[in-house]
């Protein structure tokens, strides 16, 4: 079976500055589904169908949503104690990925959790289990 293709969409200011990226698939023209969330927005979580067309140069950029995303989105802020323990954070992972989830770790110290609405998965209770500690940064389950 052949890989998606993962591609860029640029989320920018209405001045044409671009400040944000996020990767996507494509799903038909102009229709994208995001595979991780842009840093400077909550409101278009992993999961979340958008519309982007390419700008002169190519690029492409956001338009609007299209569909408003199936999964719950987590933000946590990991202790330097959690950051070097690989073998408890590759646990975790695994477990969001075989519970239809998935997880991305930014800059080191920021872990995205993305789980399904409809997974049976309790995160804290997991965490708890794992030993592990972080600090939820103020952002809500969407």
Do not use: W
């Not at 400077?40 to 140069?57: C, F, H, I, M, Q």
């Amino acid at each position: 079976m052949k890989e998606k293709e993962i591609v860029e969409i640029l989320f920018g200011s209405d001045g044409g500055f671009m400040n944000d990226s996020v990767g996507a698939v494509k799903l038909s023209m102009n229709r994208y589904e995001l595979v991780g969330t842009p840093q400077s927005s909550t409101n278009l979580p992993y999961g979340t169908v958008v519309e982007a067309a390419p700008d002169r140069k190519g690029k492409l950029i956001f338009k609007k949503i299209v569909r408003l995303s199936q999964y719950n989105t987590y933000r946590f802020l990991l202790s330097s104690r959690d950051q070097q323990d690989a073998t408890k954070l590759d646990t975790l992972k695994e477990k969001i990925s075989s519970s239809g989830g998935d997880c991305e770790q930014v800059m080191g110290g920021i872990l995205v959790i993305h789980l399904p609405k409809s997974a049976p998965f309790d995160l804290g209770v997991e965490l708890k289990n794992l030993k592990l500690s972080p600090m939820p940064i103020n952002d809500e389950a969407r």
